[in-house]
């Protein structure tokens, strides 16, 4: 099995800043793929940034020059750098990976965080 667990999520108000981490624990044997998505109540789901373990990165048309996604494969730890932060980024910041787990039963598969809120305040 794999966790992960997200912090850094809190109360900021419109124009400043925060970052996420995700550490990924467990018995991984390979992460691929990471990313951020966040979700606001009565809505889906949505995709914020992920980035691959040769980290390349897509962005959110509407967290682009604002979010820096990066890892730390090292670590198996992701970080979401939020700048310039604005009301409508408020919702639960969710982190996602694509892991493979170690053998002798080695398996791809998507975990994902129990989720971090993050309020921005006008």
């Known amino acids: 099995q794999v966790q992960l667990v997200e912090s850094g999520g809190g109360l900021v108000q419109a124009g400043g800043s925060l970052r996420l981490s995700c550490a990924a624990s467990g018995s991984i044997f390979r992460i691929n793929a990471m990313g951020w998505y966040r979700q606001t109540s009565g809505k889906q789901r949505e995709l914020v940034a992920t980035?691959?373990?040769?980290?390349?990165?897509n962005y959110a048309d509407s967290v682009k020059g604002r979010f820096t996604i990066s890892r730390d494969n090292t670590k198996n730890t992701m970080y979401l750098q939020m700048n310039s932060l604005k009301p409508e980024d408020t919702a639960v910041y969710y982190c996602?990976?694509?892991?493979?787990?170690?053998?002798?039963?080695?398996?791809?598969?998507?975990?994902w965080g129990q989720g971090t809120q993050v309020t921005v305040s006008s």
């Open positions: 980035i691959t373990d040769g980290a390349s990165t």
């Open positions: 996602n990976a694509r892991a493979l787990t170690r053998p002798p039963m080695p398996v791809w598969d998507d975990y």
